[in-house]
Nanobody, 125 residues
Framework: QVQLVESGGGLVQAGGSLRLSCAASRRTLSSTVMGWFRQAPGKERQFVAAITWTVGNTYYADSVKGRFTISRDNAKNTVYLQMNSLKPEDAAVYYC??????????????????WGQGTQVTVSS
């Protein structure tokens, strides 16, 4: 089992920044990739970004490229999502997830077997 704990959500004005953190209890062979997803009210959960623990390969949704940066601290088993130039449409509950995937598989929800409880991000216009 892998427990994931997110933090860092909150309220920010449009154009502002937030940094989300996700601490994993441990890393396993089934959790080689860490991802961030988000879900707004009435919408499906969507992929935001992902990173591999070992090489640090990164994946981004087109909607956040150039604004969001995912990174990891292997020593702390922690993944970060730096969100800049936030827009009202970025508002959602952000979830951290752990899974085992490669390439385009990592964009899919069902590739991740472990999920955090979510952290709310609110962007005011």
């Amino acid at each position: 089992q892998v427990q994931l704990v997110e933090s860092g959500g909150g309220l920010v004005q449009a154009g502002g920044s937030l940094r989300l953190s996700c601490a994993a209890s441990r890393r396993t062979l089934s959790s080689t990739v860490m991802g961030w997803f988000r879900q707004a009210p009435g919408k499906e959960r969507q992929f935001v970004a992902a990173i591999t623990w070992t090489v640090g390969n990164t994946y981004y949704a087109d909607s956040v490229k150039g604004r969001f940066t995912i990174s990891r601290d292997n020593a702390k088993n922690t993944v970060y999502l730096q969100m800049n130039s936030l827009k009202p449409e970025d508002a959602a509950v952000y979830y951290c997830a752990a899974g085992r995937c490669s390439g385009y598989e990592c964009y899919r929800n069902d590739e991740y077997g472990y999920w955090g409880q979510g952290t709310q991000v609110t962007v005011s216009s």
